[in-house]
């Protein structure tokens, strides 16, 4: 099985690596368009900044090469929002995959503290992403930008708003939660992607 994590300006590439490791799946990260065509799952990961990460995807043309792609891809947080139409940070035009735009979350209230961090259930749960995931389940998030509900939206969470906590079109999926640094959860939600 060929796992290709997708080597950009994004951080958490080595967890996601070593929650793979942990369940059985040796994963190579890399920018090489042959090997990425090649894969057979994708992983878009993300910590960053969007602006940032579509040039280093538009320079090496792998924004064109991954929207056309036919095998699973799985965009993690940052990677999630790239693969939506557009960002508000930074006034980001992204890959397109999800006709969504990415807003920022906004709030006067003083406790709502922005980034969101830390853990957060998931609701409405759809597809074989969340195959055996019970809903609520709490995941971990890290993000200061969001992605409102839309036809594609296969889970749900809220802080501040009621937002998309997953994604799905065709073989493309997506997380705004870092299924790596979620416990049992989380890896088997990895797992679930990998058995695709």
């Known amino acids: 099985m060929k796992t290709i994590i997708i080597k950009y300006p994004a951080g958490n590439v080595q967890s996601i690596l070593f929650s793979l ?10 920018d090489s368009k042959d090997l990425i065509q090649n894969a057979e799952k994708i992983i878009l990961p993300g910590v960053g900044e969007a602006n940032c990460a579509m040039q280093y995807l538009k320079e090496k043309k792998l924004d064109l090469l991954l929207s056309k792609l036919k095998q699973p891809i799985l ?20 890959i397109g995959v999800f006709d969504l735009l990415v807003k920022k979350f906004q709030t006067s209230d003083k406790n709502e503290k922005i980034p969101q961090v830390g853990w957060n259930t998931i609701h409405k749960l759809k597809g074989s992403l969340f195959k055996n995931i ?3 389940s709490y995941q971990y998030f890290v993000h200061s930008y969001y992605v409102p509900l839309g036809k594609e939206t ?4 809220e802080y501040i708003t009621t937002y ?3 994604l799905q079109k065709n073989n ?5 939660f870092h299924p790596e640094k979620s416990s049992y959860v989380g890896h088997k939600i990895l797992e679930n992607f990998i058995s695709l």
Not at 78 to 84: F, I, N, R, V
Not at 154 to 157: D, E, M, S, V
Not at 172 to 176: I, K, N
Request: include cysteine; glycine fraction near 8%.
């Open 134 to 136: 019970p809903d609520g």
């Open 154 to 157: 296969i889970a749900k969470t």
């Open 164 to 166: 998309s906590a997953a």
């Open 172 to 176: 493309f999926y997506a997380v705004q």
């Open 21 to 30: 490791e942990r369940i059985g799946v040796q994963a190579m990260v890399t």
């Open 75 to 94: 965009g993690i947080c940052l990677g999630m929002q790239l693969l939506c139409k557009h960002s508000e940070e930074r006034n980001t035009t992204c």
